[in-house]
Nanobody, 127 residues
């Protein structure tokens, strides 16, 4: 059974940093496209970043230059390093996975491309 478990969320002030982790089980992260998404209260879930099996990476325009997605194949874990956080980054952050090696050729990953989801981890940025 495939399971994705996020961790690393928390509360920080504007300009702070957090690193989110997504541990995968029953699934080999290095073989597939994986991504990070976020959802703020009252808003739709939107894509943040994605990485394919060849480590090609894309980011949503809103986080480019501040967030970095990476993957540790030995630990079967996906990461999202978030720097220079802003109040508008406040949201529940979700890890997601596909069953394809390649991601879609878009900047921000699309929710409907991903079939496997974690439970989410909350990030709150105060001004």
């Amino acid at each position: 059974q495939v399971q994705l478990v996020e961790s690393g969320g928390g509360s920080v002030q504007t300009g702070g940093s957090l690193r989110l982790s997504c541990a995968a089980s029953g699934y080999t992260a290095s073989r597939y496209c994986m991504g990070w998404f976020r959802q703020a209260p009252g808003q739709e879930r939107g894509g943040v970043a994605q990485i394919n099996s060849y480590r090609d990476i894309t980011y949503a325009d809103s986080v480019g230059g501040r967030f970095t997605i990476s993957r540790d194949n030995a630990k079967n874990t996906l990461y999202l390093q978030m720097n220079n956080l802003k109040p508008e980054d406040t949201a529940m952050y979700y890890c997601a996975a596909r069953r394809t090696a390649y991601c879609s050729a878009v900047s921000a990953p699309r929710t409907y491309d991903f079939a496997i989801w974690g439970q989410g981890t909350q990030v709150t940025v105060s001004s």
